[in-house]
């Protein structure tokens, strides 16, 4: 195959190769240097190319990094017991002043970094006589050079409420190690990922004084709580994401304890409201013999829209699901889970299917799954109510999966609400609302960044990760990011899979502890080996910022001397010639005269060379 506008012969792809093009894939993301860059000597483009010599330079660079992390490997531990001892509960409005601490211990800890820290106050609704100071969010930025790559670490420092009667064998914000398992709240989640970065940083800072890639932080104190003014910070301050390259986020996608789990997808949702009118009042509820009542046809359509097991009653979304391979069911086969377990933790007393272990995490994992959420309007209060709502709106969301889009699967909601308020004879007025939506994101197996990644991970443990694109992660941040800033998305293989927060007895491995350390440094590695793209066309000369790679290295000495002094040496000798007495006096004027008239002259000419013609 020719390419019409090179004239060049493409290679062949590969029959088993797929024709799409996922995002962050190598195919995707060529490097290329925007036409806005006008600098001759661009450190960018004019990089030179990696050698094996250079491969080898870094390779011991990164060993001495470990090294330093298994040295320090105590004062990490240490740092962990600090932050799991603040009670930084988002859920409860007494334990702001602990989540504010423990923000402003990262914040300093950034800080002695040469990190440069923008704090925001985040305004949540309160009542008026609450005096408790706002949560904030941290913006942190470190540039190395220009010539580097930049990720975004989004880490989090709030969790869930624990207590002690919920059968905890210690206190749950208080850090404990027992037979290599470190206990405690937030150990599995983010504080300890939040700490995996820190000490992966200082090991990089204390080894070689500067870091191989440009980083940049976003830490919140409110991510249980759905990261509440997150996202306006995130829309407002869009130049903040304007040079990063990909954002990297801690994940909970291990299904077994032989080998982490890498998932290469996002789960999507569809937020719809079922709105019925009958009336522009509400009226008695002894009056309502004579209308009909909106209430009751809500109930009817939101239904229609499952059957007595839940499952969605409308085919076209099914259809639209991405079918599993059969590596995927093998990865459904090994996963660690106890149906009864599971059931107990709940205190549910049967489940919804009676199948396999794999079928029973497939529906749980791979399949989309519809949620009624309430019905906004009606009485909800405790108590009773004599009122007749003539306006109310049942809510409900989809969970959508990789190739479920947000448009489509609207459409399909709203032929099927239309078809079923036609065929059971509603008499009150329907309108449909999608109240927020965001589609699925799912990236490539063989994504550059998701390269990166996996070279990290198998170095660190040896072997090579499980990759999936259909058991899906739910991480509603990570998607929200994506959603506003478009950016690849880098989810690193943390700690067993968790569905829900309210873990008892929190713990993980240590030895997993200092992996993910050391997976943190080599994911640096790694993406500072990827060649970088000049910004220019996004940042104005983005190619000539100085960071703090330029201000390490030592000044380049010229050897010549552009003066005004040597200028005149150079054309004219300072010594006095054998003249007549008044000859040499006006000699000695003149050259008087020309070293005072030589920077104005210098300025004549060089205004001169670049006067336009």
């Known amino acids: 195959m020719i390419d019409p506008k090179t004239h060049v012969r493409l290679p062949r792809r590969s029959k088993r190769s797929s024709s799409r093009v996922y995002p962050g894939s190598d195919e995707e993301l060529k490097v290329s240097h925007p036409e806005a860059c006008r600098c001759e000597h661009c450190l960018i483009k004019n990089r030179p190319k990696w050698t094996d010599e250079d491969n080898l330079r870094a390779s011991a660079m990164h060993r001495q990094v470990d090294a330093a992390i298994e040295k320090n490997f105590d004062e990490a531990l240490a740092d962990l017991e600090d932050f799991v001892r603040l009670k930084s509960v988002s859920a409860d409005v007494e334990c702001i002043t602990e989540s504010l601490k423990a923000m402003c211990m990262y914040r300093d800890r950034l800080e002695r970094m040469r990190f440069t820290i923008y704090e925001y106050s985040i305004n949540i609704p309160r009542a008026i006589c609450d005096t408790s100071p706002h949560p904030k969010v941290i913006f942190a930025h470190y540039f190395s050079s220009p010539t580097k790559n930049t990720v975004l670490v989004y880490a989090y420092l709030d969790v869930a409420p624990a207590k002690f009667e919920d059968g905890w064998l210690s206190e749950p ?184 272990k794999a079928e029973l995490l497939h529906n749980r994992w791979c399949q989309g799954t519809m949620t009624m959420h309430g019905i906004e309007g009606c009485f909800s209060r405790k108590g009773t109510c004599t009122a007749l709502p003539m306006s109310v709106m049942g809510k409900f969301s989809i969970k959508l999966l990789p190739d479920q889009m947000v448009n489509l699967v609207q459409t399909h909601v709203e032929e099927f609400l239309h078809t079923q308020y036609e065929d059971l004879k509603i008499r009150t007025t329907l309108k449909i609302h999608l109240l927020d939506a965001c589609d699925p994101y799912s990236w490539g197996i063989d994504a550059r960044y998701s390269k990166a990644l996996v070279r990290s991970i198998s170095r660190v443990y040896q072997m090579e990760p499980d990759l999936s694109m259909n058991i899906v992660t739910c991480l509603p941040i990570a998607s929200t990011f994506h959603k506003i800033t478009g950016k690849p998305i880098i989810l690193i293989p943390y700690a067993q899979r968790m569905d829900y927060s309210h873990v008892v007895n929190e713990s993980i491995p240590k030895q997993c502890f200092l992996r993910n350390i050391k997976v943190c440094t080599g994911l640096m590695l790694e993406l500072s080996l990827l060649p970088a793209r000049c910004k220019c066309d996004v940042i104005f000369e983005y190619c000539n910022r100085r960071g703090i790679a330029e201000m390490l290295k030592p000044p380049v000495q010229s050897t010549q001397k552009h003066s005004v002094f040597s200028h005149m040496r150079r054309t004219k000798s300072m010594k006095p010639l054998n003249k007549h007495p008044e000859e040499h006096e006006t000699s000695k004027r003149k050259r008087l005269k020309d070293w005072l008239c030589a920077p104005f002259r210098r300025h004549r000419n060089s205004l001169h060379i670049f006067s336009p013609k």
């Open 173 to 356: 914000f208080e850090f404990y190690m027992n037979d290599d398992m470190l206990y405690g709240r937030g150990v599995s989640t983010g504080k300890g990922m939040a700490v995996c970065w820190l000490q992966a940083i200082e090991a990089w800072l204390e080894q070689h004084g500067d870091l191989p890639i440009n980083i940049k932080f976003i830490v919140e104190i409110m991510h249980a709580v759905g990261s509440v003014g997150l996202q306006h910070y995130i829309e407002v301050k869009r130049e903040f994401f304007q040079d990063v390259d990909c954002i990297v986020f801690g994940n909970n996608s291990w299904i077994n304890d032989e080998r982490p789990m890498m998932s290469c997808s996002l789960t999507g949702w569809a937020h719809f409201g079922l709105e019925m009118r009958g009336g522009a009042k509400s009226i008695e509820a002894a009056s309502g013999g004579l209308v009909y009542e909106p209430m009751t046809d809500v109930c009817t359509l939101m239904n229609s829209l499952v059957d007595n097991l839940h499952v969605i009653q409308i085919p076209a979304i099914q259809n639209l699901v991405r079918p599993t391979a059969v590596t995927e069911w093998t990865l459904l086969e090994s996963a660690i889970f106890s149906e009864y377990a599971y059931k107990d933790q709940f205190g549910i007393r049967r489940l919804r299917y009676e199948l396999t």
